[in-house]
């Protein structure tokens, strides 16, 4: 993973992403002409939300989770909006337990499956992750037998291939697609957003917020790489190889090797 300097963020980093979408005047316009739907009322949406059912089960970290809620601050419907620049090959089942998660957190104990809202799980991407050379896919589960009836369990799975932007017949959804695809901003929507990622790369918090992210991304990456070579020359050891052949593999010094010998456990028995 290779980290970026803050100057070089734009909107199709998730940290810029999710500080721009964080934004009502940006999330709600954005979400209403993608979905084609009208919000009565946005809360606030909220960048990298940490989702879970409890500390036994994997969480979830949204780039941006918002809520639609009635006058009396009822959810109505929520939408994750997900940044997603590379093709993990898993994507069909993260979208599937991203949805799982809401629906878990959603629901609370007692409560009636009624309860459920709408829930909608966006991927914006650059590339086609499904190959049939549409510019958007929407899911929802329909019956085998007949694919005019619906399920109506009230999630939606929806992925926009922005590269594809002049395919989008919305408009509005073109000028949007097209900014995240070239980061053009010669539409009054793509402007606003540019505006809001020029703000952020002005604000002298943000940025050293995102400096001591960079660090410490950078420290964990070292530590990971350092804890490999010693699981590496560790491995070396137990199978008996030459102290020079696992310097040379595991990156270690002899020194370091040595160490590592006289701390395994059958050395501290002899």
Same mark, same amino acid.
């Given at each position: 993973?290779?980290?970026?300097?803050?100057?070089?963020?734009?909107?199709?980093? &998730? !940290?810029?992403?999710?500080? *721009? #979408?964080?934004?009502?005047? !940006?999330?709600?316009?954005?979400?209403? +002409?993608?979905?084609?739907?009208? !919000?009565? +009322?946005?809360?606030?949406?909220?960048?990298?939300?940490?989702?879970?059912?409890?500390?036994? +089960?994997?969480?979830?970290? $949204?780039? *941006?989770?918002?809520?639609?809620?009635?006058?009396?601050?009822?959810?109505?419907?929520?939408?994750?909006?997900?940044?997603?620049? *590379?093709?993990?090959?898993?994507?069909?089942?993260?979208? =599937?337990?991203?949805?799982?998660?809401?629906?878990?957190?959603?629901? %609370?104990?007692? %409560? +009636?499956?009624?309860? @459920?809202?709408?829930?909608?799980?966006?991927?914006?991407?650059?590339?086609?992750? #499904?190959?049939?050379?549409?510019?958007?896919?929407?899911?929802?589960?329909?019956?085998?037998?007949? /694919?005019?009836? !619906?399920?109506?369990?009230? %999630? $939606?799975?929806?992925?926009?291939? #922005?590269?594809?932007?002049?395919?989008?017949?919305?408009?509005?959804?073109?000028?949007?697609?097209?900014? #995240?695809? /070239?980061?053009?901003?010669?539409?009054?929507?793509?402007?606003?957003?540019?505006?809001?990622?020029?703000?952020?790369?002005?604000?002298?918090?943000? =940025?050293?917020? $995102?400096?001591?992210?960079? $660090?410490? @991304?950078?420290?964990?990456?070292?530590?990971?790489?350092?804890?490999?070579?010693?699981?590496?020359?560790?491995?070396?050891?137990?199978?008996?190889? &030459?102290?020079?052949?696992?310097?040379?593999?595991?990156? @270690?010094?002899?020194?370091?090797? @040595?160490?590592? =010998?006289?701390? =395994? &456990?059958?050395?501290?028995?002899?």
């Amino acid at each position: 993973m290779t980290i970026k300097s803050f100057d070089d963020l734009d909107i199709t980093d &998730p !940290i810029m992403f999710g500080l *721009v #979408f964080s934004n009502k005047h !940006i999330a709600k316009p954005f979400i209403e +002409h993608l979905l084609d739907i009208k !919000i009565d +009322h946005l809360e606030t949406p909220v960048p990298e939300a940490v989702l879970s059912y409890d500390a036994e +089960h994997k969480g979830v970290r $949204y780039d *941006v989770f918002a809520r639609e809620t009635n006058e009396n601050g009822e959810m109505i419907r929520s939408f994750d909006l997900e940044m997603q620049m *590379v093709d993990t090959k898993e994507l069909p089942q993260r979208a =599937r337990y991203y949805q799982s998660v809401g629906d878990g957190v959603a629901l %609370s104990k007692g %409560s +009636h499956y009624t309860n @459920l809202k709408e829930q909608y799980i966006i991927f914006l991407c650059p590339m086609d992750v #499904f190959g049939r050379g549409f510019p958007a896919y929407h899911f929802e589960n329909r019956a085998k037998e007949d /694919t005019d009836i !619906i399920l109506d369990d009230r %999630s $939606y799975k929806n992925f926009y291939i #922005f590269k594809k932007y002049d395919d989008f017949k919305d408009p509005v959804v073109k000028a949007y697609m097209k900014y #995240f695809a /070239t980061r053009d901003a010669d539409s009054r929507e793509a402007e606003n957003i540019n505006n809001q990622v020029s703000y952020y790369k002005a604000d002298t918090l943000i =940025r050293n917020k $995102y400096m001591t992210f960079e $660090y410490d @991304l950078y420290e964990s990456k070292e530590k990971g790489k350092a804890e490999a070579k010693r699981e590496m020359a560790a491995a070396m050891l137990a199978d008996g190889e &030459p102290i020079e052949k696992i310097v040379k593999y595991s990156g @270690l010094s002899e020194k370091e090797v @040595l160490e590592l =010998r006289e701390a =395994r &456990p059958e050395s501290a028995a002899k």
